[in-house]
């Protein structure tokens, strides 16, 4: 039997996952999410987010860990290089305030990689670049692949959090889109060694976007 061969990486500017043997319609590839909104003192300092992905995916990344343990420095240099990758992206999220984007910092403030089954286990805090106040403010993001050769999303709207003590005075809602069917049949029509053309921004078609209003 033929052996798999897989490798998530970066190329800018797309994330790419290939696979020897891998469905040829785009998404190749599948990362489900969980996001927590972080905040202090009455403003929002940070996403902490989770990325579990598919078991083809994860497939590299779980055999060069091996039988390491989780502590050990082998989850820590694969951490560390899926997180580069992650950075040279912009964490693949865009995050609105009164039309304009806000700014994340550089570097994630925590990450970790681990395994969960036959899943590998992205977790890191994403800390935006200056505090954002809360009361009365509205902001939207999304989490998605341009090209979306990896379909990147939340399974259920409760996979977005917040913090117990804005439960009260704010609310979040996840907008899953539809794109048309014209959009849908090109995606399904591209095979693994095509791109998108980049100003169509096939990915964010299909982002799902979270929105949070404060009272």
Known sequence: MKKL????FITTPVLIILSAEAAQAHPHSFITMKTQIIAEQGQMTALQMRWVMDEITSADLLYDAGE???DSPVWKRL???VMANVLTQHYFTEFWHNGEKVKFAARPS???LSRAGH???LDFTLP???PQPLAGQRYTFSTFDPTYFVDMRYENSG????PAELNSACKLAVKTPKPDAAVEAFALSLDKA???PEDMALGKQFAQEVTLQCQ
Not at 159 to 162: A, G, I, K, Q, T
């Open 5 to 8: 061969k897989h490798r998530l």
């Open 68 to 70: 390491a343990k989780p």
């Open 79 to 81: 951490a560390a290089e």
């Open 110 to 112: 925590a990450y970790g």
């Open 119 to 121: 899943q590998a286990v």
């Open 128 to 130: 935006l670049a200056h």
């Open 159 to 162: 996979d977005v959090h917040l």
């Open 194 to 196: 095509d791109a998108p």
